[in-house]
């Protein structure tokens, strides 16, 4: 089997991932011209029922065939790989389809009661049918991730991208012409297609590998009710973690545009200012995360790995990898964001002013990224219980920022709620994990080092910018190149002090 390092899987993730946050960038600024702030904050009042939906059905499915996959493959249990996947697709069809008759009962309610907001009835008629066959695809995601074969997946979330930006290109024009509502059901239908389309290149790639993969030995041989009731133990804590905080997130967000209303802004300028900060400077700070989603979702695998083969030393030193490198990242970014925000906002939105909302973002890089990764490891380690607790403590934290603070300060009252209580999840995980494995915490090169060196940025930056503006080049390059420009800077910084060390990388990356 085509198995790679925990590290080169990622980096393979990475890549793709930039692929696809590139797309997603041309799309979301597209789209944002096209339907505007308030069109923005429409689709945006969708997306938390979607991820409700979908991200309950299939995260618990997703890490339970990742984990049982790499056990078995570890043992050289191949026979069972298949077996898994097969019992996952089943469970998962089954309860998608629940879900579908569900939803379609109580659609109404949905859009005029939780919603409040007609305009999105028939972005949610249309996530209905497709809801199963978007699930389907997280039990063949689990299994090449279990594999650590990350290609498939890498290669099927480009082509989600390019037939969601194809499809929303292509009709966008019919669909503005006859309202802003069909227009923001356009963008939901290119969101469903894309997912079918992943679904529909990993079935290929999966249906091609299985003659090659094929296996004559019976080794540890697991019956399918066996299989079923381990995936099904497995995922539910799991599941039931994504469910309560996808519901908290959904109350979250619902919350948002009412408190700015509340605060004395027009429902209009409140989904204009909710647009602005989920549709467009959100995505923005979340971008670098494309690395530390890409650690969280090699992680589990990993470590499940590594644990039954009772290799401890290995686990910390992923675990210490993978913290280090995210809060080196939180640090760059929070600098780059605070050094550029008018510009990097102007760059991509320049309709819509975002730079202020950029900058206060800019303080949560560190505790955002970091968190994805103490995600990645309490899930490989098991802890799904505590990470549900330590998630809704961060919830409750937020949700009291948006009711008592968004109706004083407006959406500055949200992001001091964000760095609160990631910082406080944050110190709960990693509590967790230093009690569970006995990790040592390394507060020079994880913290110190990293936070003098975004002090550096901080104190430079506007001069590498400077010095870009002597070639009189484009407002738009000059930005990218002063960007790149300080996150080059930022990394022979870490080399010089220490931080990174250049053998270790290309060990880790499988160059010797």
């Not at 429902?267 to 700070?285: D, H």
């Amino acid at each position: 089997m085509g198995k790679k390092s925990f590290v080169g899987s990622a980096i393979i993730l990475m890549i793709a991932g930039f692929i696809v946050k590139i797309l997603g960038f041309v799309y979301r600024i597209y789209l944002s011209n096209l339907i505007g702030a308030e069109g923005m904050g429409l689709f945006q009042l969708i997306s938390p029922i979607y991820s409700l939906i979908i991200l309950t059905l299939t995260s618990g499915i997703s890490i339970a065939v990742s984990k049982m996959v790499a056990e078995e493959l570890a043992q050289n249990h191949l026979i069972n790989l298949r077996r898994i996947t097969a019992c996952a697709l089943f469970i998962i069809m089954v309860s998608g389809i629940v879900v579908s008759v569900f939803m379609f009962i109580f659609i109404d309610p949905i859009v005029n009661v939780i919603l409040k907001d007609s305009r999105t009835y028939y972005s949610m008629l249309l996530l209905i049918p497709c809801i199963p066959v978007v699930a389907a695809a997280s039990a063949l995601k689990g299994y090449f991730y279990g594999i650590q074969n990350v290609v498939p997946t890498a290669f099927s979330q480009i082509v989600e991208q390019l037939v969601r930006i194809t499809l929303v290109i292509t009709m966008a024009n019919y669909f503005l012409n006859i309202g802003l509502e069909y227009a923001c059901t356009l963008a939901t239908l290119g969101m469903a297609i894309g997912e079918i389309s992943n679904l529909g290149v990993l079935a290929i790639v999966y249906k091609l590998k299985k003659n090659k993969e094929h296996s004559t030995s019976k080794k540890g041989f697991m019956r399918k009710r066996y299989i079923v009731k381990d995936l099904v133990k497995m995922s539910i804590p799991i599941s039931f973690n994504r469910l309560i905080t996808s519901i908290m997130a959904a109350v979250e967000m619902i919350l948002i545009p009412r408190m700015l209303l509340a605060g004395g802004l027009n429902y209009q300028s409140s989904m204009e200012e909710f647009g602005k900060l989920m549709g467009m400077a959100m995505p923005l700070v979340y971008f670098p995360s494309l690395v530390t989603s890409s650690l969280a979702t090699t992680l589990v695998p990993a470590i499940s790995e590594a644990m039954s083969r009772k290799s401890y030393k290995t686990v910390n030193h992923r675990m210490s990898m993978s913290i280090q490198l995210s809060v080196i990242l939180g640090f760059i970014f929070t600098a780059i964001f605070m050094i550029f925000p008018n510009e990097i906002g102007d760059m991509l939105y320049r309709r819509d002013h975002i730079g202020e909302i950029l900058y206060f973002l800019s303080f949560t890089s560190v505790f955002v990224y970091l968190q994805q990764t103490l995600l990645g490891i309490m899930n490989g380690l098991g802890k799904q219980g505590v990470s549900l607790r330590n998630s809704v403590v961060g919830y409750i934290i937020r949700i009291a920022f948006v009711i008592y603070l968004i109706p004083v300060y407006e959406i500055k009252g949200y992001i001091i709620g964000m760095i609160v209580s990631s910082a406080i999840v944050c110190s709960l995980n990693i509590g967790t994990v230093v009690k569970t494995t006995g990790m040592v915490l390394d507060i020079r090169n994880w913290l110190m080092k990293p936070a003098i060196i975004g002090a550096v940025m901080l104190a430079i930056g506007r001069y590498v910018f400077y010095f870009f503006t002597i070639f009189k080049l484009n407002s738009v390059l000059t930005t990218l190149l002063a960007v790149f420009g300080n996150v080059f800077i930022a990394f022979i910084l870490l080399f010089v002090f220490g931080v990174l060390d250049k053998r270790e990388i290309m060990k880790l990356i499988g160059i010797k």
